[in-house]
């Protein structure tokens, strides 16, 4: 699997070309769904890993190293632009459950690391300056993937001032910065470590939708 994403950008190598059969076996492994609801990476992850390699077991100013970097960072960052293409009509609520599930348990650690300011780890990644706005996005969008199979069009239509039972009475300063936050969790989630990749696709559609709307309505 890892050799399937990270392969043609570290090595320029693709491990399906030419391979029909190699691409049959990938092809049942997604359609069996103890795989590819529980323990399957994605291609976002292992592109960012691929680069964080780099970062962490060679050394930058080796040419060969900084070409995967730069390669790998600009593969992410395409992925990045395809986070919101999730139609309301693949949203599933066992996932859009599990995703809700996953930041409440995890919900002081999610605050932390996207306003971290000194991150080990995908330091090219901005970070939130706010906590506070960290957690009112969080508390946000967790309300919204309850919605279940609504998720998606409730991302997207919703009053963004509602949150839970209260309101987002935010600054325009305030929805940059907790948007700037949505962009960050969606960023560093990783599958499958934080969950699995269905959950982490409609989650990172929903971190989106709500960032991109945030800045939109902002008057910065």
Not at 42 to 69: G, H, L, V
Request: aromatic share 8%; hydrophobic share 40%; proline share 3%.
């Amino acid at each position: 699997e890892r050799w399937r994403w990270q392969m043609p950008l570290s090595k320029g190598f693709d491990i399906l070309e030419g391979r029909p059969a190699m691409q049959r076996w990938f092809d049942a492994m997604d359609e069996f769904t103890p795989y590819s609801e529980r323990v399957a990476g994605d291609a976002y992850s292992w592109t960012c890993t691929a680069a964080m390699f780099a970062r962490y077991f060679n050394k930058e100013d080796n040419p060969k190293t900084q070409a995967t970097i730069e390669r790998s960072d600009a593969a992410a960052a395409r992925l990045v632009e395809t986070f919101r293409d999730v139609d309301a009509s693949e949203c599933e609520a066992r996932f859009a459950f599990e995703a809700a599930q996953k930041i409440i348990s995890n919900y002081e650690a999610i605050a932390n690391d996207c306003t971290n300011q000194n991150p080990v780890s995908q330091q090219h990644i901005g970070r939130s300056g706010n906590k506070e706005n960290a957690e009112t996005v969080l508390q946000y969008v967790t309300s919204i993937l309850l919605k279940g199979d609504g998720a998606i069009e409730y991302a997207q239509t919703s009053d963004l001032r509602v949150v839970g039972g209260g309101k987002m009475a935010m600054t325009d300063e305030d929805k940059l910065d907790a948007a700037l936050a949505a962009k960050t969790v969606a960023s560093r989630l990783c599958v499958p470590r934080d969950m699995s990749a269905p959950a982490a696709k409609i989650l990172r559609a929903v971190l989106t939708i709500v960032a991109e709307r945030l800045t939109t309505e902002s008057s910065v």
